[in-house]
T-cell receptor
Framework: KQEVTQIPAALSVPEGENLVLNCSFT??????LQWFRQDPGKGLTSLLL?????REQTSGRLNASLDKSSGRSTLYIAASQPGDSATYLC???????????FGQGTTLQVKP | GAGVSQSPRYKVAKRGQDVALRCDPI?????LFWYQQALGQGPEFLTY????????KSGLPSDRFFAERPEGSVSTLKIQRTQQEDSAVYLC??????????????FGPGTRLTVL
């Protein structure tokens, strides 16, 4: 059974720091991995989607990497800003289940 | 353009009541998903529609949960005889095509259900 774990559960950093969020998954048979952002009381916004054949994707200050063989992904946020404060969710499209499996999220607070 | 909308945004029900949650996907989107998100957890898959066909309902937790999308656009998630463990945020998402492996999903704001 595919399981997705995100560490840490919560993170607080001062504005301007570069930071890394971690995601691990137990079954390497995935089609893609996505990173989402969730603001309080709101739905999820897709940030980056990495196909299983890709190693990384970049969008602005965000960079996501994927190492399928080791079952890991990282989301790198450069020069963090208070507006980056949100919960970040990692999800894999699992080949065995044919559906998106989410981690529990990392709640990020960027202090001004 | 308009995103995915859900109504009501908040619902309080007494234990044993039936509830109906509505999802309006992005116009023209083929695929529609329902997820359940408990407090402090990631969303968990409930069911998936391609147009009006419910292709996967393996995530529905019990036979008290029922979803439909009769005309291939608006979808309703119905929960009968609500229980306290049904309290959660129910998220709806849509994607433009049936090629699920490459399309991202667009999420609505969710309906927060509280069962007293």
């Amino acid at each position: 059974k595919q399981e997705v774990t995100q560490i840490p559960a919560a993170l607080s950093v001062p504005e301007g720091e570069n930071l890394v969020l971690n995601c691990s998954f137990t079954d390497s048979a995935i089609y893609n991995l996505q990173w989402f952002r969730q603001d309080p009381g709101k739905g999820l916004t897709s940030l980056l989607l990495i196909q299983s054949s890709q190693r990384e994707q970049t969008s602005g200050r965000l960079n996501a990497s994927l190492d399928k063989s080791s079952g890991r992904s990282t989301l790198y946020i450069a020069a963090s800003q208070p507006g980056d404060s949100a919960t970040y969710l990692c999800a894999v499209w699992s080949g065995n289940t044919g559906k998106l499996i989410f981690g529990q999220g990392t709640t990020l607070q960027v202090k001004p | 353009g308009a995103g995915v909308s859900q109504s009501p945004r908040y619902k309080v029900a007494k234990r044993g009541q039936d509830v109906a949650l509505r999802c309006d996907p992005i116009s023209g989107h083929v695929s529609l998903f329902w997820y359940q998100q408990a407090l402090g957890q990631g969303p968990e898959f409930l069911t998936y529609f391609q147009n009006e066909a419910q292709l996967d309902k393996s995530g529905l937790p019990s036979d008290r949960f029922f979803a439909e999308r009769p005309e291939g656009s608006v979808s309703t998630l119905k929960i009968q005889r609500t229980q306290q463990e049904d309290s959660a945020v129910y998220l709806c998402a849509s994607s433009p095509r049936s090629s699920l492996l490459t399309d991202t999903q667009y999420f609505g704001p969710g309906t927060r259900l509280t069962v007293l």
